[in-house]
């Protein structure tokens, strides 16, 4: 039953994602649609209504399907909705001037809020509203509060790292699916994770292609909904081990560049480039 429910919702992911990117693209060459243009590491154009499609895409399936999940999904929407409303706020108003998580910190450190700033903080807050919201069944002890604590960072520390990825075509969605696919294969399921996975499956192509991209918008909900359904599954000591293996992957992004770690290891390069256009 599980295996069904699961690909149900993966299917409906791909649907309702696809049937909300069809609809932005079509109104790509409005007036509306130029604040989300940009130009990608290769100097094409590309749009970040990809991020929006996203998270309509993921919050919209979640509440029409909310009967199938085991525990609700609300959590799972409002992770999505927060975290993509946070990012769009850094994609539409972005503070050029300051780089990377530790930029964002000290310049708030020295009385100046950066709309990097507001995200930091929105998405620590957005973590902790969904990992209570998730946790509400029955916990109660100091043991089980910095369970739902760490849970909360693994959260907002996800949808960071998910953003860290986003700077080559297809990279940040292949990274969703790496996680995606074992939360859905392995018991008892995921449906945040399913529903993720149809949503990327839906995405990829043009991701690849490199005439869109997530963006902000799209790559925190991405790793925020599947850093909520990993902790889902975890009690405080996991949760501790997961939020310390997010922090060293974010520290050590402000030290080495991801992309120069994977185009100087031929398997992650290989994989990397798997799909993408040739430049």
Do not use: C
């Amino acid at each position: 039953m599980r295996p069904v429910r699961d690909g149900l919702l993966t299917l409906a992911g791909t649907v309702g994602t696809t049937l909300v990117w069809r609809g932005l693209r079509a109104g790509r060459d409005q007036p509306w649609a130029a604040r989300w243009e940009r130009t990608n590491h290769a100097g094409r154009p590309v749009t970040l209504l990809e991020g929006v499609a996203l998270v309509g895409g993921t919050a919209g399936t979640a509440l029409l399907t909310g009967a199938a999940w085991s525990g609700g999904s609300l959590p799972y929407a409002v992770a999505s909705l927060g975290a993509g409303s946070l990012g769009a706020l850094d994609d539409l108003r972005q503070d050029t001037d300051r780089k990377g998580l530790a930029g964002h910190l000290r310049a708030l450190a020295h009385g100046r809020v950066t709309t990097g700033a507001i995200k930091v903080v929105g998405l620590v807050a957005t973590g902790l509203v969904v990992t209570a919201l998730e946790d509400a069944r029955g916990r109660a002890s100091v043991r089980e509060a910095w369970g739902t604590l760490a849970g909360a960072a693994v959260v907002a520390g996800s949808a960071n790292l998910a953003n860290l990825f986003d700077l080559r075509p297809g990279r940040a969605l292949k990274v969703g699916v790496l996680t995606a696919v074992p939360l859905v294969a392995s018991r008892p399921g995921s449906p945040a994770a399913a529903v993720t996975l149809g949503a990327v499956l839906a995405l990829l192509p043009d991701d690849l292609a490199g005439t869109s991209m997530l963006g902000d918008t799209g790559a925190n909900p991405l790793g925020a909904v599947l850093g909520l359904a990993v902790v889902q599954r975890q009690g405080p000591l996991a949760r501790t081990v997961t939020l310390g293996l997010v922090t060293a992957l974010t520290l050590a992004s402000e030290k080495v560049s991801f992309t120069r770690v994977i185009e100087s290891t031929p398997v992650l390069r290989e994989l990397d480039a798997l799909g993408r256009e040739p430049r």
